[in-house]
């Protein structure tokens, strides 16, 4: 919905205090991987973001915390 991309922003402005780690795909391409602890919705666990060579993000997902 019309909210969905509002969260997107404000989700994506976060990336920018992570730690971030440069890797190789299985296509050769070098991405960026964005990692940050944090907490959504009661829940704590990491936001991780997959940035591409022409600063576009190709993934962002919030990985709940195992017990």
Do not use: C
């Not at 991405?31 to 997959?50: A, D, P």
């Amino acid at each position: 919905g019309e909210g969905r991309g509002i969260v997107r922003i404000e989700f994506d402005d976060l990336a920018g205090y992570g730690k971030a780690t440069k890797f190789k795909g299985g296509d050769g391409i070098t991405r960026v991987k964005v990692e940050l602890q944090g907490s959504w919705k009661g829940k704590n666990g990491t936001y991780e973001w997959i940035i591409e060579p022409d600063n576009t993000i190709s993934h962002r997902v919030f990985k709940v915390e195992k017990k």
